[in-house]
């Protein structure tokens, strides 16, 4: 570890301890990432089957919501370190971890002949994470950054590719990279598919391959991607699992025939948010290209924003086109970001470089920041470890009630009930394996009431259990 870099390698831990690592410590997760992490422990402990995962024996018993590869990994993790709550934290970690690495990895790929620029790869990881959709999703489980995971993958392998000396060398990445097309599909679908720009960006920007050698790759990775699509759609069953996705969600969101979850009356609606949660970095790179303007204008000439332009590109293809539908929220920008992070670490890295230079030549100043970014480290790490076991405050209510309910009611039972939430069905089921039957709801011995949308029960069958909940309170049937 380079001391003249420490000051970017202690402000990538700051915000990764203030920001993101209390998201994988604490109880509490998002509505989705609780029932992704059901799924994969359904998988695991041999309820439902890969192609046909089950939620709940009342809600979802066949999920088809989306492709199941994200549910398939996660279910490894859940044989390897059974089934603690613990288990889909370590999995969100495990896919923040190896992300972090391939921006690093493609960093150092792109500046493999500027060892001063090279050696700055901590920037894109402080503007990747310094974005609200990163520290606030990675850690929720949801299935975009495992999706994401795959994208710069393949983006990585395509890197290599053009960067060998001959064809046949470049082969191989081009089927892997094909592979990981697969894998980003496979985890969120056709959103994931939009590696198979890079090679052509890469012709744009650098024209290092020829035009027909690009279109020739590229159409040897849609080869690889479509012929993996056909093995796997010739079992029936993983047939009709996917066409299941396809009429349930695919086509239905893109028809507006889903308009109760995310849909934007704007299909611009994306773009805007892109913009909003993109703010840290843009005024990082808006203020250090007119303090190099104004010293410095030949910066501009640089040839690193080549490299920028390249992984500004990729992100806009990776984000742009979920304009198509109308069902959009901010998170689905999760596998676009690192691209966009690294282009803007690109567009400020010369001034980085000197800048940093410069301070180093003045050495008391040096030394006090680096004490200073040392003590806040350390702040950091504690406040961490202070949100080990803790309940977000949106959780708060839902998770207390359940608690408590989860203490009466017979674990593996099942309730009535005239309540419906994600929360709801989430929690019973990951804390309690307790499921909840909407539909014939006097039929079990308890019975769950929200009681913001319904009232107290007239039927005299069922008798208050004093639990003293908050919003969902339970009724016992009487003997």
Same mark, same amino acid.
């Given at each position: ?25 604490? %109880? ?15 998988? +695991? ?9 089950? /939620? ?27 089934? +603690? ?13 190896? +992300?972090?690495? #391939?921006?690093?990895? *493609? ?5 493999? #002949? @500027?060892? @001063? ?9 402080? *503007? ?7 520290? &606030?999703?990675?850690?929720? @489980? ?6 994401? &995971? ?8 395509? /890197? ?32 994931? /598919? ?24 590229? #159409?040897?990775? &849609? ?112 596998? !676009? ?38 003590? *806040? ?35 593996? +039972?099942?309730?009535? !009930? ?11 089921? %990951? ?15 308890? *019975? ?18 004093? /639990? ?12």
């Amino acid at each position: 570890m380079s001391k003249r870099h420490f000051v970017l390698y202690a402000l990538f831990l700051i915000l990764f301890f203030l920001c993101a690592a209390p998201g994988f410590v604490m %109880r509490s997760m998002y509505n989705d990432g609780i029932w992704y992490a059901i799924l994969s422990k359904n998988l +695991s402990e041999g309820i439902g089957s890969f192609w046909n995962p089950q /939620l709940t024996a009342t809600v979802f018993p066949s999920f088809h919501e989306h492709p199941p590869l994200v549910f398939g990994f996660q279910s490894l993790f859940f044989d390897l370190f059974g089934g +603690s709550l613990m288990t889909e934290r370590v999995f969100a970690f495990v896919i923040f971890a190896l +992300s972090a690495l #391939l921006i690093v990895a *493609l960093w150092k790929k792109a500046f493999q #002949l @500027n060892e @001063n620029l090279r050696s700055l790869w901590p920037i894109p990881l402080i *503007l990747w994470i310094a974005n609200e959709v990163v520290y &606030l999703f990675y850690p929720g @489980n949801i299935l975009e950054p495992t999706m994401g &995971l795959f994208t710069l993958l393949a983006t990585y392998l395509l /890197l290599h590719a053009v960067s060998t000396t001959s064809n046949k060398r470049a082969i191989p990445y081009l089927i892997l990279a094909g592979v990981s097309l697969i894998g980003a599909s496979l985890s969120k679908g056709f959103v994931g /598919l939009f590696p198979l720009a890079v090679l052509g960006i890469h012709w744009l920007i650098f024209r290092k391959w020829t035009f027909s050698k690009m279109l020739l790759g590229s #159409l040897g990775v &849609l080869g690889v991607l479509l012929l993996g699509y056909w093995a796997i759609l010739s079992n029936p069953t993983a047939a009709e699992s996917l066409q299941q996705y396809i009429d349930s969600q695919v086509m239905a969101s893109i028809k507006a025939e889903r308009t109760s979850y995310h849909h934007r009356d704007s299909r611009f609606y994306i773009i805007r948010r892109l913009i909003e949660v993109s703010i840290p970095a843009i005024i990082v790179l808006v203020l250090s290209l007119y303090l190099s303007f104004k010293r410095k204008p030949k910066d501009f000439n640089t040839s690193t924003f080549k490299v920028g332009y390249f992984f500004l590109l990729i992100g806009i293809s990776g984000s742009f086109p979920l304009m198509i539908s109308p069902k959009q929220s901010f998170y689905y920008l999760v596998p !676009a970001l690192p691209f966009f992070a690294l282009a803007m670490g690109a567009f400020v890295a010369p001034i980085v470089h000197t800048s940093l230079g410069r301070f180093t030549s003045a050495p008391k100043l040096h030394q006090r920041l680096n004490w200073g970014l040392s003590v *806040l480290l350390l702040g950091a790490f504690l406040f961490s470890l202070s949100k080990i076991g803790s309940v977000s405050t949106q959780d708060q209510v839902s998770v207390t009630d359940i608690e408590k309910i989860g203490a009466i009611v017979p674990t593996g +039972s099942t309730l009535g !009930a005239k309540a419906y939430t994600a929360q709801l069905v989430g929690y019973l089921y %990951r804390y309690y394996k307790i499921n909840i039957d909407t539909t014939n709801q006097l039929n079990y011995p308890y *019975l769950i009431i929200d009681n913001t949308k319904h009232p107290v029960p007239k039927t005299g069958q069922f008798e208050a259990v004093n /639990l003293e909940t908050q919003r969902f309170d339970l009724y016992r049937k009487k003997e």
